[in-house]
Antibody, heavy 116, light 110 residues
Framework: QVQLVESGGGVVQPGGSLRLSCAASGFIFSRDGMHWVRQAPGKGLEWVAL????????YFGDSVKGRFTISRDNSKNTLYMQMNSLRAEDTAIYYCAKGNNSPAYWGQGTLVTVSS | QSVLTQPPSASGTPGQRVTMSCSGS????????VNWYQHLPGTAPKLLIYINNQRPSGVPDRFSGSKSGTSASLAISGLQSEDEAEYYCGAWDDSLNAYVFGTGTKVTVL
């Protein structure tokens, strides 16, 4: 069955960097677009980024443009998100999800806390 | 900030029918399909409805979706205690070139 397992979360100081990973299994990873979605404490879902099945197209939410990058390694069935210049408002649970246009199947999430 | 607007809450007693709306614009719901998600705290969000009114396998037919113009709605019939959760609509926005979620509706089973 489809499995998405996020890792790489933790506590980081404002201005710092973090790289999240999402290990995929149970489906043909190279055929699906992949998303990152986050939920800040007490807030709703916020879409963060999308990468196409082959990595050729990438889209970002306004709040992370220029600071976050998304990439994938289809040979390792793994999705990544490099987060730079982190701010307190980036504190959230980060979920990866598969889906070509919209998030369809989600992982359990990894917590990122930006705090001094 | 979300570009899709949902009522913050909805409630009903077991067995009742509950509906919730999702209001968007011509750049999202007006020209793209709508999805609905169920989210319980501490768990992975779950896709309930895709392409406006389609249910993934395993989703009970108590859940139904519809779309008209720049709005969409989700209905839960035969409300059950396990339906108590937060519900989000979502759609691609062609102007933002981004996926957008609704503000979320918390459903309470009385």
């Amino acid at each position: 069955q489809v499995q998405l397992v996020e890792s790489g979360g933790g506590v980081v100081q404002p201005g710092g960097s973090l790289r999240l990973s999402c290990a995929a299994s149970g489906f043909i990873f190279s055929r699906d677009g992949m998303h990152w979605v986050r939920q800040a404490p007490g807030k709703g879902l916020e879409w963060v980024a999308l990468i196409s099945y082959d990595g050729s197209n990438k889209y970002f939410g306004d709040s992370v443009k220029g600071r976050f990058t998304i990439s994938r390694d289809n040979s390792k069935n793994t999705l990544y998100m490099q987060m730079n210049s982190l701010r307190a408002e980036d504190t959230a649970i980060y979920y990866c999800a598969k889906g070509n246009n919209s998030p369809a199947y989600w992982g359990q999430g990894t917590l990122v806390t930006v705090s001094s | 900030q979300s570009v899709l607007t949902q009522p913050p809450s909805a409630s009903g007693t077991p067995g009742q029918r509950v509906t919730m709306s999702c209001s968007g614009s011509s750049s999202n719901i007006g020209i793209n399909t709508v999805n609905w998600y169920q989210h319980l705290p501490g768990t992975a969000p779950k896709l309930l409805i895709y392409i406006n009114n389609q249910r993934p396998s395993g989703v009970p037919d108590r859940f139904s979706g519809s779309k008209s113009g720049t709005s969409a709605s989700l209905a839960i019939s035969g409300l059950q205690s396990e339906d108590e959760a937060e519900y989000y609509c979502g759609a691609w926005d062609d102007s933002l070139n981004a996926y957008v979620f609704g503000t979320g509706t918390k459903v309470t089973v009385l």
